[in-house]
């Protein structure tokens, strides 16, 4: 699984109806909306996909940027005896 934390920087007065369209992306949650500005977290199988994930927020209208912040990979086996 991966996880990254990214800032969306939008136009000014858009901040609600990219919110409300990144909420319908799935993997996507928003967190925080201030200014020009969206907290969000994507959650995906792999960062190729958190990739394709932001790319897809980018193409939003209204969205000038997404930045992320940070990205964490986590890959988890199970070892049998």
């Not at 939008?10 to 993997?27: A, C, D, F, P, R």
């Not at 996507?28 to 969206?38: F, K, R, S």
């Amino acid at each position: 699984m991966a996880i990254a934390g990214v800032l969306v920087k939008v136009k000014q007065g858009m901040e609600y109806s990219i919110s409300s369209s990144m909420k319908n992306i799935t993997g996507v949650e928003v967190h925080n909306i201030e200014d020009g500005h969206i907290v969000s977290v994507i959650e995906a199988t792999d960062v190729n996909e958190i990739k394709n994930l932001s790319s897809i927020i980018e193409q939003l209208d209204g969205v000038l940027v997404v930045l992320p912040t940070y990205i964490n990979h986590e890959d988890f086996h199970i070892l049998s005896a």
